[in-house]
């Protein structure tokens, strides 16, 4: 079983800056995609940003400019560094990383961590 840990979430400031991380452990031979997603209150989950295995990256709109997702291959983590955040950016967020244990695919959630932008 692939295990997510995630750490970095808080409260700050509206303008300010906060650094998410994620680490995958367990038996995993390969990693295909690592992305953040989030969850306010009363509303859906929503992708924030993914990387693949190649180092492509897409970002919702309403991060592009402000957040950067990169990853740490050797130690199956992700990052989501999240800049001039915004009340609109209060979230739960959720790291999710798919791939493949050589016979099996899988895909994992991390439990969540809550961010909040407020004054």
């Known amino acids: 079983q692939v295990q997510l840990v995630e750490s970095g979430g808080g409260l700050v400031q509206p303008g300010g800056s906060l650094r998410l991380s994620c680490t995958a452990s367990?038996?995993?031979?390969?990693?295909?995609?690592m992305g953040w997603y989030r969850q306010a209150p009363g509303k859906q989950r929503e992708l924030v940003a993914v990387?693949?295995?190649?180092?492509?990256?897409n970002y919702a709109d309403s991060v592009k400019g402000r957040f950067t997702i990169s990853r740490d291959n050797a130690k199956n983590a992700v990052y989501l560094q999240m800049n001039s955040l915004k009340p609109e950016d209060t979230a739960v967020y959720y790291c999710?990383?798919?791939?493949?244990?050589?016979?099996?695919?899988?895909?994992?959630w991390g439990q969540g961590t809550q961010v909040t932008v407020s004054s």
């Open positions: 367990g038996y995993i031979f390969s990693i295909n995609a």
């Open positions: 999710n990383v798919n791939g493949s244990r050589r016979i099996s695919q899988f895909d994992a």
């Open positions: 990387i693949r295995s190649g180092g492509s990256t």
